[in-house]
């Protein structure tokens, strides 16, 4: 939880216990009380309505660890999330009890460099929900900063609210690609944040987008959220200059920009390859630490690439695209849990074991 919090004693007995979902070991999440931090002038009190699971959720779970982020103490999962606001801080002036609100889930310092800078996403002290040792959001209730709370429109559910959250990648992606409306894409990776970034992409005005993945069931829900085309590969490092024949015979012009939303050295390899000549290509995905990618071709030829983490500025514009309809992240929805301790168990499972499960979301 983002401004901290921690497991209730005996003696914490308040009007009612606030519950979340612990990790707790090796693929172990138990509700367990949470206790809530004092509220600051500045925060508010959120009931937690709507929470999605996230890639990054289930390798906590199933490793304990995310890139270098390691789980050494109990953590409260959780940080694509929406509710409504419970109570407000004394100096809270944009907000009132009743207020619909997605959560944009990092607190960073707005001291250092970077966050003088405008660039507060790469803040070293960043203080985000459910990364260690953060507690996340998969609770009753949380106490979060009023400034990262975002009033939802009427017509904007709470489960949409949530998914801002993944929304966001997608956004903050093609604003560091440069992405308008002569700009053809190439996606590699039909998961949620391929999804998203190729939704993302459509609002921005790309002409034509065509993804690739090495699951035909993805491709064809990418095919029915929009995708102009889809190209299904192999696996085989051997394969990338057959595939990317087929990309680029698939897109019948210039590959402007490829985002890698999957992250391995054959996607990233693959994407190099298909893009023209000044180009870009955005490396969305973190599937692989290190990579061997034909990187002096690519910058023979000007290849740009420019990497992402998380993103920055984004709710307004991610709401502002759910309200006027240009972009619908309800399909993506898939899957659908209550918050009990079963539901919870269950729900990480379909998650993790991928399949049919896109995005799979918690109604509290």
Avoid at 18 to 28: D, G, I
Avoid at 109 to 133: Q, S, V
Avoid at 267 to 290: F, I, Q, R, W, Y
Avoid at 314 to 333: A, H, M, N, Q, Y
Wanted: proline share 5%; glycine share 10%; net charge negative.
């Amino acid at each position: 939880m983002g401004k901290g919090g921690e497991g209730s004693g005996d003696g914490a007995k308040v009007e009612e216990e606030n519950m979340a979902a612990w990790l707790v070991s090796v693929n172990t999440l138990k509700i367990q009380p949470f206790r809530l931090p004092s509220l600051g002038p500045y925060d508010v009190r959120v009931r937690m309505k709507a929470v999605g699971i996230c890639g990054s959720d289930v390798h906590y779970l199933k490793t304990l660890r995310c890139a270098h982020f390691v789980v050494k103490e109990p953590m409260v999962i959780g940080h694509e999330c929406a509710g409504v606001i419970e109570e407000v801080g004394s100096e809270v002036k944009s907000l009132v009890v009743g207020d619909r609100v997605a959560l944009e889930p990092g607190i960073s310092c707005w001291r250092c460099k970077n966050c003088k800078g405008g660039r507060y996403n790469l803040c070293p002290d960043m203080k985000f929900f459910a990364t260690p040792p953060v507690h996340g959001s998969l609770a009753n209730q949380v106490v979060h900063p009023a400034d990262l709370c975002f009033k939802l429109p009427e017509n904007v559910s709470l489960e949409e609210g949530a998914m801002c959250e993944p929304l966001s990648v997608g956004i903050h992606a093609c604003r560091r690609a440069n992405v308008g409306s002569e700009t053809n894409v190439l996606i590699m990776g039909a998961g949620p944040i391929g999804l998203v970034t190729m939704l993302a992409a459509r609002a921005f005005g790309a002409p034509r987008i065509i993804i690739v993945d090495v699951d035909g069931y993805r491709l064809s829900v990418a095919k029915s959220l929009g995708a102009d085309d889809v190209v299904k590969v192999s696996t085989n490092n051997q394969d990338v200059d057959e595939d990317v024949v087929q990309i680029q015979k698939a897109m019948g012009s210039d590959v402007d920009v490829s985002f890698d939303c999957a992250g391995f050295s054959k996607t990233m390899s693959t994407a190099l390859n298909a893009t023209c000549a000044g180009g870009k290509v955005c490396l969305v995905g973190m599937g692989h630490n290190e990579m061997t990618v034909p990187l002096t071709p690519a910058a023979a030829r000007e290849v740009d690439v420019v990497g992402i983490f998380r993103y920055k500025d984004t709710w307004p514009l991610c709401i502002e695209f759910l309200r006027s309809g240009k972009i619908d992240v309800k399909p993506l929805i898939t899957h659908r849990f209550g918050f009990s301790q079963e539901e919870v168990v269950e729900a990480f499972e379909v998650s993790a074991r991928g399949g049919d499960a896109i995005k799979v979301m918690f109604n509290l």
